[in-house]
Every structure is written in structure tokens, then in C-alpha cells.
């Protein structure tokens, strides 16, 4: 447990620390967007999904076509999410 600790930190002060980050990120950066869900019953941490400003205004830019992917993340739960859309080339790189 002592080992756990000192790798990943308190598991309180780590959720404090995330209502911290999610409120600065707010407060700094106009036009993101931050839902925490949170567990009525137990008021335990459920999840966070976090849309940076300047990610949101540039995906206007993007076509429609979005792919998504995820994978599970390694020695705790969760998944990471990706999104992936074709450039305006039509995908070509030029080296």
C-alpha cells in the first residue's frame, strides 16, 4: 500500500487537485468545456471528459467524417479515447 502511495499519490489529494485543474482550466482557457460526473449515492468519482477551446474550434475546420477509437489504460481502470478525422488533402503527405 505504502509502495501504491508513493507511485500514485494520495487518492483524495489526486481528486482534489483534479476539481483544482478543472476549475483553472475553465477560469483560463475561454471556451472549453469540463463535465465531471460524480456518483450522487456515494459521492464517489465516476469520470471526467475535458474539450480544450482551441480543440473545439478547430475540429469547425475539420470534416464530418470522425473516427474514434479507444484503449484500456494499464494498471488502473479507464480507456483513453481518441478521435482521428482526414485532412484537407485528401489525406495525402507530402514528405
Not at 483524495?12 to 475553465?26: E, P, V
Not at 471556451?31 to 449515492?41: F, I, L, N, R
Not at 475546420?61 to 478525422?85: E, Q, S
Request: negative net charge; glycine residues 12%; charged residues 15%.
Amino acid at each position: 500500500q505504502l509502495a501504491l502511495t508513493e507511485l500514485y499519490g494520495n487518492d483524495a489529494m489526486s481528486y482534489n487537485d483534479l476539481s483544482w485543474y478543472l476549475g483553472a482550466l475553465q477560469t483560463h482557457n475561454p471556451g472549453s468545456y469540463v463535465a465531471m460526473d460524480v456518483d450522487s449515492s456515494t459521492n464517489q468519482f465516476e469520470r471526467v471528459f475535458v474539450g480544450f477551446g482551441a480543440c473545439i474550434l478547430g475540429f469547425k475546420y475539420c470534416r464530418p467524417m470522425i473516427f474514434l477509437d479507444g484503449t484500456h489504460l494499464k494498471g488502473r481502470p479507464g480507456v483513453l479515447m481518441g478521435a482521428t478525422a482526414k485532412n484537407g488533402n485528401q489525406g495525402i503527405i507530402l514528405y
